[in-house]
């Protein structure tokens, strides 16, 4: 039976993260005049103290967001290209045909501190000083570790002990991880902060200040850093050895930009993503393909029943095979992969059977050769890919995200991530280390998403925003990897077709399928796997194995890390939901 939770309720602001520290340093900043920019960016550095194992200072941020004054959805991009130097022939002249999961061979250009001070600047009202402090003050006197850190660590311990020295310095405190519980200080980090802070208040004036913190970072100490230490070699996934390929010129030839939304209708509902350089638009095609059966949808005590998973099921393989056959930081067509008429041809392929095949449509679809002997291989732990749910539903981790409205109608989603621990070596003069986000280019030359000198990868990291007769209502988004926009179709059936509310579409059993390509190393895939949450029900499981789904039981509570905040533009009141899953995301508000 699905127990009704209510929703977080209130009038002038509302901040919902996946960790607890991020929402409560938010809502500081509201309740202190910011607005729910000043929020999300306060709330962004947070997150790379108190969640390290998710993110970190040279991650990245892609976010989706709406002025009160201009209520069209912009983008923020805040993911940076591959090195100048990164060709498929090098990677080729090494043996490798995968971009190694983690080391610095895979690393792009840091893009989260550039974009999260460039919207601080354009769009906030508080000073630099005024959104890291709350960082910098958890940096020094220390973050409360939660179980996942430990695990994390524990995991990557012996690499670290072996072969990133300088890891194991900060990560591995007396050679043990930090347990559950106990606070870990990261102070190399937070003199990293003063240091760039320092720089940028020796100019006047709060835009003048930020902007000498983009430079201090993008063209002074940090990049020097970067660069020099990128130069050494440290073993990757590969099992070997290798060097770097970013440069200090590579930081300074970057910032980040705002680029205009992707916005697709359905009905009285609009659905907002970023473009294709992201795989947001695949949940706008899962949703076109599920226009043709809205009548078969159906949830029951506020759970989908067996036809409506394998429908969204089926869905979803075909907008992931089409990702893989046509999304990239390229001119993808997106009016044809979004429109009514493809959505018909290719909904024509789904049966009620369970299928087990890779089919991409459109013009030319093509596939990278190396898929043949992904598929069905294990998915990696600790160092590899992105730390996320593996098949059976234990959680590895995954990346974070921010939702935030306040009473004046400015709202924002952001999924930062990259620049996990166990990414890369940690720079022991900075406290951080480098993202391997390069990992989801394809060395095969000629495809959408193939690696090119500083071109953006095609990212997981999907933000979402919904708009309600064209008014922005709700930002939402969930950690995940390639799960992140199959639980938000479960988010969105649950709050538009099942008709709950956002916490109990939050909390409504979800499901994700394995059936294509992983966009981690080592790219593995199960064609006809559906992995779900056992709260689903005893007869929709078994129907859904009867159809042919080699159906994987996650637990009751596995899968997704959801939250959400929306606005009704005409009384005024704002809402927030969280996810209960891991105990670690929270929403507040007043």
């Known amino acids: 039976m699905f127990t009704s939770r209510p929703e977080l309720v209130g009038t002038h602001g509302m901040v919902a993260t996946t ?59 805040g993911q940076g290209p591959s090195p100048a130097a990164a060709t498929p022939a090098h990677f080729r002249d090494l043996g490798l045909d995968l971009i190694p999961g983690s080391g610095l061979l895979a690393a792009t250009v840091p893009g989260a501190w550039d974009a999260w001070l460039l919207l601080l600047r354009d769009h906030g009202t508080k000073s630099l000083r005024d959104v890291l402090k709350y960082a910098i003050s958890y940096a020094w006197k220390g973050v409360p570790v939660v ?54 208040e020796v100019h006047a004036g709060r835009e003048a200040q930020i902007d000498a913190a983009r430079r201090a970072w993008s063209q002074g100490f940090v990049a020097e850093a970067i660069d020099e230490f990128g130069r050494r070699a440290f073993r990757d996934d590969s099992g070997r050895d290798h060097a770097g ?10 910032e980040a930009t705002y680029e205009d939304a992707v916005i697709t209708d359905f009905g009285e509902w ?115 890919g992105e730390p996320t749910v593996d098949a059976v539903g ?27 621990l166990q990414s890369s070596p940690t720079i022991p003069e900075l406290g951080f280390c480098l993202d391997s986000r390069a990992q989801m280019f394809w060395l095969e030359e000629g495809l959408p998403n193939s690696l090119a000198p500083r071109k953006r990868p095609r990212i997981t990291l999907s933000p979402s925003m919904a708009l309600r007769h064209g008014e922005p209502t709700i930002a939402f988004g969930t950690p995940g990897g390639d799960q992140q926009d199959q639980w938000q179709l479960c988010f969105w059936l649950a709050h538009t077709v099942g008709g709950l509310n956002l916490q109990e579409s939050i909390d409504s059993p979800a499901w994700h399928t394995t059936a294509f390509p992983s966009s981690f190393y080592p790219r593995s895939w199960r064609p006809k796997e559906l992995v779900v949450e056992s709260r689903m029900g005893e007869d929709t499981i078994r129907e859904l194995r009867e159809r042919g789904h080699d159906v994987v039981d996650a637990g009751p509570w596995a899968l997704g890390r959801l939250s959400a905040v929306s606005r009704d533009a005409a009384s005024g009141i704002l809402r927030a939901a969280a996810n209960p899953r891991g105990m670690q995301g929270y929403a507040v508000g007043r």
């Open 270 to 384: 609009s659905l907002v993503k970023c473009g294709a350089w992201t795989q947001g638009p695949v949940l706008a095609q899962q949703l076109r393909l599920l226009e043709g059966f809205r009548d078969q949808l159906r949830y029951v005590d506020g759970r989908p029943d067996a036809r409506t998973v394998h429908l969204a099921t089926e869905c979803a393989k075909l907008a992931f095979a089409d990702r893989e056959a046509h999304y990239g930081d390229t001119d993808v067509d997106l009016d044809t992969l979004l429109s009514w008429e493809y959505a018909e041809s290719r909904r024509a392929l789904i049966g009620d059977e369970a299928s087990g095949e890779l089919r991409p449509g459109g013009t030319n679809p093509r596939l990278p050769a190396v898929l043949e002997r992904t598929r069905g291989e294990l998915a990696g732990t600790g160092a590899i």
């Open 245 to 254: 390929l970013l440069t200090g010129d590579d930081l300074a030839s970057w």
């Open 147 to 200: 179980g996942r850190i430990t695990d994390t660590i524990d995991a990557v311990s012996e690499l670290f002990v072996h072969h990133w020295p300088s890891s194991a310095q900060l990560w591995l405190p007396d050679g043990e991880p930090p347990t559950p519980g106990s606070l870990h200080r990261n102070r190399a980090l937070a003199r990293t902060w003063q240091r760039l802070l320092g720089q940028a």
């Open 19 to 77: 960790h607890w520290l991020a929402s409560a340093t938010g809502m500081a900043v509201l309740e202190d005049g910011g607005n729910a920019f000043d929020a999300a960016v306060a709330a962004g550095f947070l997150l790379q103290v108190a969640e390290p194992h998710l993110n970190g200072p040279a991650g990245q941020v892609p976010a989706i967001f709406v002025t009160a004054r201009d209520r069209t959805p912009r983008v923020l991009c």
């Open 394 to 420: 234990r959680t590895r981790g995954d990346t974070v995200h921010i939702d935030v409205v306040d009473a004046e109608g400015n709202m924002i989603s952001a999924t930062p991530s990259g620049g996990w």
